[in-house]
Each structure stands twice: as C-alpha cells, then as structure tokens.
C-alpha cells in the first residue's frame, strides 16, 4: 500500500552533501538504497534492527507496520536485498539470474506477507499484528517478483550519471528516464553540457578570423 504525504522516494544525501528524494518506482527496489553485495558494501546502512525499522518507516509502505524485529531479520534483509541487486543487474546485463539469488527471493516470497486490515473507522488501512521482519521482507519480495514479470520488467535501469549506480524501474508513461532524480544526476548533467558548449562557441570564437 502507498499513499504517504510526502512525496514518494527514499530521502538520499550525495557525495557532495545534496539532500534529494530517490523514486525508484517499486517498493521493493526502495530497499536497494541501503547497500549491496561486493563493492556495493561501502555503503552499508542495515546494520541493526533499529536500522531496518528506519527504512521501513521511509518507504512508500502506509501506514508504516509497527514491526517485530531482530538481528535475524536484518540479516535476511541484507539477503533479499543482495539477491534482488544481482537478479536486477543479470536483467540489465541481459544475463540469467544465478540460482542462489532467485532462490532466496522466492523463499523470502513464500512466507505470509504483511496483511492489510481495515481500521473501525472504515476509512484508514493498517497491518494485522504481529508484523515480523518475514511479512515485511515477503511483501518486499512479493513486490520485486511482480516488478520482473510485469509489464515494467524491461524498463529496469541503471541512472546514467557519471559514478552513480542507482537502479531504478522506469514507469514513467514515455518510458525514457535516464537519471535517478532530475536535482543529483539530471542537473549535474545539465551543468556539465552547459559548460562544454560554452567551451566548444568559445573555441569556435577563437579559431574565426576576424573580419570573417
């Protein structure tokens, strides 16, 4: 379920101290923010289930659960989440998953979601306790399955900003989003081909005679 206030996408700091907002159009590719295998585990956020609990009450889920969790889930997160970065970058590659990965999501899938439930009210939506690290990470994994069989599932992208490794699903209705977010990539793009044009009439002004 989404719905939140705020506009959607996890709140992200660049390299050069930037706060923006990163949509990358799924739930479950919202989890990719907080690190990755390999290279990617520089930039390890989930460390504690306090950690896990911050995330979930960043992304677009709403209400946010009011979770039980321990160390154990926030190990099988970094699990999901490391398998759905190399099923994602096997996709963009245009390689077949390893099996270990989509393993692990479809074993993440197979435990009962987080469940809707209708407040008294009959005009809000919360989640039936207990809510468990394994509801929040199937309902995640149920979410990145329905991302790569769906209609979406060939607009799975890498930003293509320079040193920027962002995934992101394209769901826009042009299907031609290049950048993580207009205010990181697209603008530092924009600045750049700014000043190589500068560049290039300013070269061009040199080499013409005067007169001519």
């Given at each position: 379920?989404?719905?939140?206030?705020?506009?959607?996408?996890?709140?992200?700091?660049?390299?050069?101290?930037?706060?923006?907002?990163?949509?990358?159009?799924?739930?479950?590719?919202?989890?990719?923010?907080?690190?990755?295998?390999?290279?990617?585990?520089?930039?390890?956020?989930?460390?504690?289930?306090?950690?896990?609990?911050?995330?979930a009450?960043?992304?677009?889920?709403?209400?946010?659960?009011?979770?039980?969790?321990?160390?154990?889930?926030?190990?099988?997160?970094?699990?999901?989440?490391?398998?759905?970065?190399?099923?994602?970058?096997?996709?963009?590659?245009?390689?077949?998953?390893?099996?270990?990965?989509?393993?692990?999501?479809?074993?993440?899938?197979?435990?009962?979601?987080?469940?809707?439930?209708?407040?008294?009210?009959?005009?809000?939506?919360?989640?039936?306790?207990?809510?468990?690290?394994?509801?929040?990470?199937?309902?995640?994994?149920?979410?990145?399955?329905?991302?790569l069989?769906g209609?979406?599932?060939?607009?799975?992208?890498?930003?293509a900003?320079?040193?920027?490794?962002?995934?992101?699903?394209?769901?826009?209705?042009?299907?031609?989003?290049?950048?993580?977010?207009?205010?990181?990539c697209?603008?530092?793009?924009?600045?750049?081909?700014?000043?190589?044009?500068?560049?290039?009439?300013?070269?061009?002004?040199?080499?013409?005679?005067?007169?001519?």
């Open positions: 379920m989404t719905g939140k206030a705020t506009p959607p996408g996890m709140p992200l700091r660049s390299g050069s101290g930037l706060e923006y907002r990163f949509d990358p159009g799924a739930l479950s590719f919202e989890l990719l923010v907080t690190g990755g295998p390999d290279w990617m585990a520089r930039w390890e956020v989930l460390h504690a289930p306090e950690d896990l609990r911050r995330w009450g960043q992304c677009r889920l709403d209400p946010t659960p009011a979770l039980e969790l321990g160390p154990a889930d926030v190990r099988a997160a970094r699990t999901v989440r490391d398998a759905l970065w190399r099923i994602c970058l096997a996709r963009v590659a245009g390689e077949a998953p390893a099996p270990d990965g989509l393993a692990a999501l479809n074993a993440a899938a197979a435990v009962p979601p987080l469940i809707p439930r209708l407040a008294p009210e009959s005009t809000t939506v919360g989640w039936a306790e207990p809510a468990t690290g394994a509801h929040l990470l199937s309902t995640v994994a149920r979410d990145a399955i329905a991302v069989t209609p979406h599932a060939d607009r799975i992208r890498i930003c900003g320079e040193n920027c490794s962002l995934l992101y699903v394209d769901t826009s209705r042009p299907g031609r989003r290049r950048w993580c977010a207009m205010e990181n697209g603008n530092r793009h924009k600045v750049r081909a700014h000043r190589a044009h500068r560049a290039h009439r300013a070269h061009r002004a040199r080499q013409t005679p005067e007169g001519t």
